[in-house]
């Protein structure tokens, strides 16, 4: 089992569908993360969670909801995306908030968002 | 605000052929630098993280130094699976713990 699973790998939806990116840690660890990666781009922190609790929002439309209902469970929901949205989205955890003890995030290996 | 830039943005090696990236920075004060290597079409994978000027890390090809104001990834004899986007992350002491300020990388493609 890999250590962090994202589902699904690949999304494609229109302006006005809604849909949910799912991400689980197999862990054990306490914080858990959503990178927005555009090509060429650096990667985009975008929400940070430690222990269910959110600790980070880095400014994000309204549009992107997050929901961590455990710390080995983080669901992303889409609504109203628009085109700019398209990206990949990659889903991160670390024992500890990433710096408190070494730098180390464990990734996923992302969902390709489309958005028409 | 934290600065993180990544030069060159691409670079094709020979096989064998030695050659370093370079992560320039810009933060109040360096809490840590990482380096991840990613893989098309796979998530980042955590490579060395480094904490102060003059420290070096050391993993097979790979060597990461540091300096007050820059990053160096020193590729030693690379082969073809050393192939990857290397990334290069920081965190300054006055970010929140959990935020990184990335780099958008550089393409390293080596051929045999």
């Known amino acids: 089992e890999t250590g962090v699973t994202q589902t699904p790998r690949h999304l494609v939806m229109g302006m006005t569908n809604k849909k949910s990116l799912k991400c689980e840690q197999h862990?054990?660890?306490?914080?858990m993360y959503w990178y927005k990666q555009s090509a060429k781009k650096p990667l985009e922190l975008m929400f940070v969670?430690?222990?269910?609790?959110?600790?980070e929002n880095n400014s994000v439309p309204s549009r992107f909801s997050p929901e961590c209902p455990n710390s080995s469970h983080l669901f992303l929901h889409l609504h109203t995306l628009q085109p700019e949205d398209s990206a990949l989205y990659l889903c991160a955890s670390s024992p500890r908030l990433a710096g408190v003890s070494g730098g180390e995030l464990f990734f996923g290996e992302g969902s390709r968002l489309t958005v028409l | 605000e934290d600065q993180v830039t990544q030069s060159p943005e691409a670079l094709r090696l020979q096989e064998g052929e030695s050659s370093s990236l370079n992560c320039s920075y810009t933060v109040s004060g360096l809490r840590g630098l990482f380096w991840y290597r990613q893989d098309p079409g796979k998530g980042p994978e955590f490579l060395f993280t480094?904490?102060?000027a003059g420290e070096e890390k050391e993993k097979e090809r790979l060597k990461a130094t540091l300096t007050k104001k820059e990053s160096f990834l020193h590729i030693t004899a690379p082969k073809p699976e050393d192939s990857a986007t290397y990334l290069c992350?920081?965190?300054?002491?006055?970010?929140?713990?959990?935020?990184?300020?990335f780099g958008a990388g550089t393409q390293v493609v080596v051929t045999p």
């Open positions: 992350a920081v965190q300054g002491t006055t970010d929140s713990w959990g935020k990184f300020q």
């Open positions: 480094l904490y102060s």
């Open positions: 969670y430690n222990f269910k609790e959110q600790t």
């Open positions: 862990l054990g660890h306490n914080a």
